[in-house]
Structure formats: C-alpha cells, structure tokens
C-alpha cells in the first residue's frame, strides 16, 4: 500500500496562486493513476483533477480547467498541483490520492489517500 503525504496548502487572497505537492512511499509509483480531490465543510469530497501513469494526459473538473494544472515526477515519487487564480470557493482541504484507473473522477478508484492539506482562499 502507498502512503501519500500532501504539503503546501495555506491561506491566499484571491487572484493568488499556490502549489501542492503529494509525496509517495511504499508503493511503485509510476504504476499509479494519481487524483486530486477536495472537500468543503457540510460538502462531499469532488473530483478536482487526474494524471495518468506517465503523466501524459490529465483531466481536470469543469470548476478548475483552465487554472489549475496536475502534474508529476516519477523519479521524485511526487505529484503536484498548480492552482492559480484562486477563487474563495477553492477553499477546502485538498486530498491527493492513488489509483488505477483512469480517467479517475471517482473517489471510489482511488485506494490511498493522503491525510488532506487546508487550502483558504479569502476574498
């Protein structure tokens, strides 16, 4: 089983941007479909974005595209998410997660999760 740790949440104005960065261990990681999802209080945990395998495609939830951008380096065991223009309803805790199966917009694809990092946007 992969263990995932995420880091790189905060607070930030909107309009900022800021860069979330999931770690991996235990696990071959360049086998995984790895997720981002996300998860407002009172709110289910969505789909924020997706990148398989090799990294050489993505997808993304229609309330990021365009702003946010998921990428990874197999050789650092590491996933990342580039959110820019950052919106207050971004706010949430921000989940990287491994899986595989792609497109992966489902929670219930995943079988590791992270412990979640806080991303606050104000206005």
């Known amino acids: 089983q992969v263990q995932l740790v995420e880091s790189g949440g905060g607070l930030v104005q909107a309009g900022g941007s800021l860069r979330l960065s999931c770690a991996a261990s235990?696990?071959?990681?360049?086998?995984?479909?790895m997720g981002w999802f996300r998860q407002a209080p009172g709110k289910e945990r969505e789909f924020v974005a997706a990148i398989i395998w090799s990294g050489g495609s993505t997808d993304y939830a229609d309330s990021v595209k365009g702003r946010f951008t998921i990428s990874r380096d197999n050789a650092k065991n590491t996933v990342y998410l580039q959110m820019n223009t950052l919106k207050p309803e971004d706010t949430a805790v921000y989940y990287c997660?491994?899986?595989?199966?792609?497109?992966?917009?489902?929670?219930?694809?995943?079988?590791?999760w992270g412990q979640g990092t806080q991303v606050t946007v104000s206005s």
């Open positions: 997660a491994a899986g595989t199966t792609y497109p992966g917009r489902w929670v219930a694809y995943y079988h590791s």
């Open positions: 235990g696990g071959v990681f360049s086998r995984y479909v």
